[in-house]
Structure formats: C-alpha cells, structure tokens
C-alpha cells in the first residue's frame, strides 16, 4: 500500500494508552492521520511510502498542547521583569498595550510565538488576545493548529469598543473560522473582575448554543479573590457558578487559590483547570494544587501563559515544573509523575479544548501531530527510561523534528514555513519601539 510517510524512531511514546513506548517501531502516516504503528521492518514490508524519516537516536510523543497563551505578547518579553503583577500590569504592560497593540504588533507578534512553539515541540495554542483574527491567520499560514480566543473584556481597546462589540466581534470571527481544518474556537472572557455579569450570561449562553469552551482566568492571585469577595461578597468561582458557566465547557486558568470544597465542586461540574507553573512562579501569584485536583479527578492541563511574564512558551520545561512543583506543593514525590506530566501536555490538553478525537496523543485513526526529540544528547545520558528522560532532563533543543497534520514544520531544527531573518529584522523594529516608550 502507497503512503505518504513513515517515521522510525527508537522510541514511540503514545501517550494512550498510558505507560506503553513501542521501541523500535516505526509511525505510518497517510492524508494528514496515523495509519498504522508497527516494528520497523513489518512497516517496510507493509506500507511503501514516499518519504521514509530515519530517527533511530530519537523519542516520538504526540505534538505538545499549550493551553494558556497570548501570543503576541512574546514582543513584551523582558520588558518589565521581577515585579509584583498588578504593578507590572498597570505601569508597564497596559500602557505599551495601549499605544502599541493594532494588526501590525500581533501580527509580528504571533509569528514570533508561532516560530518559538514549532521549534519547542508545540503543535497547538489555545491563545487569549486582541485581534484574535491576526492570530488565526498566521496560524494557519504558518501551518500550525490553534484553538483562537474569542476575546471579551468590559473596557474599550483598539479592537473593540465595549463588551457587546467584543462578542459580536467574536462570533462573526468564528463562523469565519469555523471550516478551517486547524482552527478551532473559544469564549474568552479576560477574568472575572475585567467581565462583568452580564456579558459572561451572553457567553454561556452563546458557548451552550455553539458547543464552545469558555477560556477565561480565575483564581490568579489571592489579591484577585479577595478583592472580588470584597467587592461583590462571594469569590469569583462560585459567581462563575451562579452564572452557569462551571460546567465542562470552562477552562479555568491559573486555579491557585483553591479550598478543599471548590476543588470538589469543581470535580463535579467536569470543568478542566489549565495549569501555568513557570508564570505563576514569576510573578508569585501561588501554587495550584495539581495533585489534588487530579486525585479528585479533575482534567488539568498545561499551559506557558504569555511569554511576557515567563518569560518563554517552552512546553518541555513547563512539564518539568509542573512535575516538580506537583510534588513539592503536595509533599509526596510520587505525586505528578513523569507520565502524569507528560499527558497534561498533551492529551489532557486536548480533551480540555474538546479536539482529542483528533489530537493529543499518537493514536491510530488520529491526526499526525508528532515530535521528534533527540536522546542521544549527553545532557540525556545515560538512558533508562525515555519518558522520564523526556520530562526531568531533555530541552527544546533537542527538538529535531515536528509535523502538524503530517505536514513538516520543522526538519532537522530548521523552520519550513518561516523566514526568521525576516522575522528577525521585525522584532528588532519593536524592540527598538517598545524599549524608548517603556523607558520615558
């Protein structure tokens, strides 16, 4: 039988079902789908495809997911660092924003992103930001897919002029979107205190209609949840309750400040918590209780958040702080392990964006979405077991290889779909920009 592709590698890394590798095996991939996951010889003599990838130093794992983005925001990188959030939010980042933020910033700002996710092993975003139409575009340019936020805050910006227009702004965006093959769609309410009650109603009622995820920060900061009690009596996930948007449609980003009760009500309402460990680090914003939240069997996934506060959108390392973190917030180092971390970014990520019959792991039938990770390297040797080497040692770096639907973003570390001395002499045009406002 012809086909399109075939990968062999040393190691396949499924993801589903949990704790199996295939060593020695070879990926068989035909219109854009996994067909077959076979030793090595029995693929040759099966299949006769038109590109055959030798990878025998390497690890196969499904694509990466980054659940929690702001794409353009990789321009405000090291702008403002090592400062308190609402400080670093006021003073610096909302007034660059302000100024600054049209087509132009996130255009060049998600190619930017896009670029530094594909070379990091990344092969879907699920992203919350001004001009989300921008963003949709470079990313299907670019090849890569995405889960585009439907944007919506109380106050005006150079995209809208106020919540009504956000939404209306929003669903036409979507029933343009909506045929894309890569692209997908979700409310994304900013947080509970930049959304007031009743356009998150329009929201709900709006997600319910359409089947789409509801992608919006809660429980961020203790600051936030005690001045939203102070303000309105009651913290903003239970007014999230009263709302009716906790159900399995809602994403709830960052969840640090949680009570036993909450994380039990929200176990039943089947909603999903994107866990962000590096940005919520940085700006000691706190720690989710992620070990708990899965014990209750809540679905968590893994997200960078925006490069402007992490300061990278490294997923490889995001799994390793949340595995680390898991078990020094819980106290017990069997808590988060290596598989659990990988599957947050990856499969779990996908059934929280509600694409995981396409996406998340290397499934037969399903997209081919595959990373190819080089374990030959001295900073992973010496190899016991691939997987954990994965998690506790490897680095982007080592990211040789990345396909998006079968297509090949990335060969051998050299981006297919970007031009990076392009891209390059754009950055620095607003570095120059952002460095002499963020300094008057």
Same mark, same amino acid.
């Given at each position: 039988m012809q086909v399109d592709l075939i990968i062999e590698a040393r190691w396949i890394i499924p993801v589903e079902p949990a704790s199996v590798i295939h060593r020695n095996h070879s990926l068989v991939v035909d219109d854009g789908k996994i067909i077959a996951i076979l030793p090595q010889e029995t693929a040759l003599l099966r299949y006769q495809p038109n590109k055959v990838h030798k990878l025998h130093s390497h690890a196969l794992i499904p694509g990466l997911i980054n659940c929690h983005t702001h794409a353009s925001m990789t321009l405000l990188r090291g702008i @403002? +660092? +090592?400062l308190h959030l609402m400080d670093w939010l006021q003073r610096h980042i909302w007034p660059l924003e302000h100024k600054w933020v049209g087509e132009a910033f996130v255009r060049d700002g998600s190619d930017l992103a896009i670029a530094e996710m594909i070379r990091g092993g990344t092969t879907c975003f699920n992203d919350m930001y !001004?001009?989300?139409?921008?963003?949709? =575009?470079?990313?299907? =340019?670019h090849g890569i897919r995405a889960s585009i936020g439907l944007i919506a805050v109380d106050f005006p910006s150079a995209w809208a002029e106020n919540s009504e227009a956000y939404i209306e702004k929003g669903l036409a965006l979507h029933d343009e979107l909506r045929h894309e093959p890569l692209i997908t769609t979700a409310f994304a309410p900013h947080a509970p205190y930049t959304v007031s009650d009743e356009p998150l109603r329009k929201i709900?009622? !709006? @997600? +319910?209609?359409?089947?789409?995820?509801v992608h919006i920060h809660v429980h961020e900061t203790r600051h936030e949840v005690e001045e939203q009690q102070q303000k309105t009596g009651r913290r903003p996930l239970q007014r999230l309750e009263e709302l009716g948007l906790?159900?399995?449609?809602?994403?709830a980003v960052h969840m640090t400040q949680l009570t036993p009760a909450e994380i039990a009500r929200f176990a039943e309402s089947g909603g999903h918590i994107v866990h962000c460990p590096e940005s919520n680090l940085k700006l000691a914003s706190g720690f989710c209780p992620v070990a708990q939240c899965l014990d209750a069997g809540i679905n968590v996934a893994l997200g960078t958040d925006g490069a402007a506060s992490n300061n990278d959108l490294d997923m490889l390392a995001e799994m390793r702080s949340a595995a680390l973190l898991g078990k020094g917030v819980s106290g017990d180092a069997s808590a988060v392990p290596a598989q659990t971390a990988l599957q947050m970014a990856t499969l779990n990520g996908a059934k929280a964006l509600g694409i995981d019959e396409l996406t998340g792991s290397l499934t037969i039938g399903k997209a081919a979405d595959v990373v190819a990770i080089d374990l030959s390297e001295l900073e992973t040797q010496p190899l016991y077991h691939p997987l954990a080497q994965i998690v506790y040692s490897a680095s982007r770096h080592q990211v040789t290889d990345v396909w998006v639907a079968g297509r090949q973003l990335l060969k051998q570390r050299r981006l297919t779909t970007l031009d990076l001395d392009d891209l390059r002499a754009r950055i620095d045009v607003w570095q120059q920009r952002l460095f002499a406002d963020d300094n008057k």
């Open positions: @403002a +660092d +090592d !001004f001009f989300p139409e921008v963003t949709a =575009h470079r990313a299907i =340019h709900r009622m !709006f @997600a +319910d209609e359409l089947n789409l995820p906790l159900s399995p449609s809602l994403l």
